[in-house]
Nanobody
Framework: QVQLVESGGGLVQAGGSLRLSCVVS????????MGWFRQAPGKEREFVAA????????YYSDSVKGRFTISRDNAKDTVALQMNSLKPEDTAVYYC?????????????????WGQGTQVTVSS
């Protein structure tokens, strides 16, 4: 049984920063490609960022590229999302997700395990 627990969400003013963390337990962390998704009220869940397990290569959505940074610490079984220059449109529940054998990092259906989500609210 794999468990993912996110933390670090909160309320921040536009232009500010937050750092989200996700701790993975129950299986070998190194086996998983890791991703972050978000879902705003009334909208579909959308891809934010991903990091490949094999070489640490990263992927970002166009809306966050240059502002967000995903990283993984295999020694601590943790993946983080550093979010800078936050905008009100970044407001959403952010989810950490884990996958094995991903063909398309941008699609949520490739991820098998999900955290419970953490709320990020950016005020204008």
């Amino acid at each position: 049984q794999v468990q993912l627990v996110e933390s670090g969400g909160g309320l921040v003013q536009a232009g500010g920063s937050l750092r989200l963390s996700c701790v993975v337990s129950g299986r070998t962390f190194n086996n998983y490609d890791m991703g972050w998704f978000r879902q705003a009220p009334g909208k579909e869940r959308e891809f934010v960022a991903a990091v490949r397990r094999s070489d640490g290569m990263t992927y970002y959505s166009d809306s966050v590229k240059g502002r967000f940074t995903i990283s993984r610490d295999n020694a601590k079984d943790t993946v983080a999302l550093q979010m800078n220059s936050l905008k009100p449109e970044d407001t959403a529940v952010y989810y950490c997700a884990a996958a094995i054998g991903v063909s398309n990092y941008y699609l949520p259906q490739w991820y098998r395990y999900w955290g419970q989500g953490t709320q990020v609210t950016v005020s204008s």
